[in-house]
T-cell receptor, first 116, second 114 residues
Framework: NAGVMQNPRHLVRRRGQEARLRCSPM?????VYWYRQLPEEGLKFMVY????????ESGMPKERFSAEFPKEGPSILRIQQVVRGDSAAYFC??????????????FGQGTRLTVV | AQSVTQLDSQVPVFEEAPVELRCNYS??????LFWYVQYPNQGLQLLLK??????LVKGINGFEAEFNKSQTSFHLRKPSVHISDTAEYFC????????????FGKGTTLSVSS
């Protein structure tokens, strides 16, 4: 069972370009979470999605950022018109459906975005 | 609203010494608690978790943590650290219901030297 797969691992974009970060959850997992880690800081929650639904986007910047988790295919975090302040490591995590013992989230290796 | 406070941003220790990394949380409902470790330029790896039952939880690499409900704490401990334990450690909390995400503390950098 492959782990959470994120690609690309490293992404360089010029200011004003678009960045697309992909996350394939573990097999059987229907919950996906995106986090951003800025240098010298912890992980900040961005958005929580289930298949075709955004459950909680309270951590998403109001502009330029969007996320989706379609019925088929990976979850995508999209950043339009990137600025230098978007440079960070973006981590995806997935968990199986339900609560109780199945609440563990598994993390991917992250995508390190550099805006130049 | 949930929050997690890791009281120490950096903890330097010598090899084979014991270590405790502190974590306090706030939540009005029942919670699940986790400790993750992050090595440089890597993702997060789960060290241990508390879901229910015994308040003393044992994890990988010789780490353990104790859930203290009255003090809303979940401190991480290891009796004897190795150089290879040098990493960033994150405490996280998740409310015990569907539809919530993990909330992380700011992390504690553990530096083990010889």
């Amino acid at each position: 069972n492959a782990g959470v797969m994120q690609n690309p691992r490293h992404l360089v974009r010029r200011r004003g370009q678009e960045a697309r970060l992909r996350c394939s959850p573990m097999k059987g997992h229907s919950h996906v979470y995106w986090y951003r880690q800025l240098p010298e800081e912890g992980l900040k929650f961005m958005v929580y999605l289930q298949k075709e639904n955004i459950i909680d986007e309270s951590g998403m910047p109001k502009e330029r950022f969007s996320a989706e988790f379609p019925k088929e295919g990976p979850s995508i975090l999209r950043i339009q018109q990137v600025v230098r302040g978007d440079s960070a490591a973006y981590f995806c995590a997935s968990s199986p459906p339900g609560t109780g013992m199945n609440t563990e989230a598994f993390f991917g290796q992250g995508t390190r975005l550099t805006v130049v | 609203a949930q929050s997690v406070t890791q009281l120490d941003s950096q903890v330097p220790v010598f090899e084979e010494a014991p270590v405790e990394l502190r974590c306090n949380y706030s939540s009005s409902v029942s919670v699940y608690l986790f400790w993750y470790v992050q090595y440089p330029n890597q993702g997060l790896q789960l060290l241990l978790k508390y879901l229910s039952g015994s308040t003393l939880v044992k994890g990988i690499n010789g780490f353990e943590a104790e859930f203290n409900k009255s003090q809303t704490s979940f401190h991480l401990r290891k009796p004897s650290v190795h150089i290879s334990d040098t990493a960033e450690y994150f405490c996280a909390v998740k409310e015990g219901q569907a539809g919530t995400a993990l909330i992380f503390g700011k992390g504690t950098t553990l530096s083990v030297s010889s």
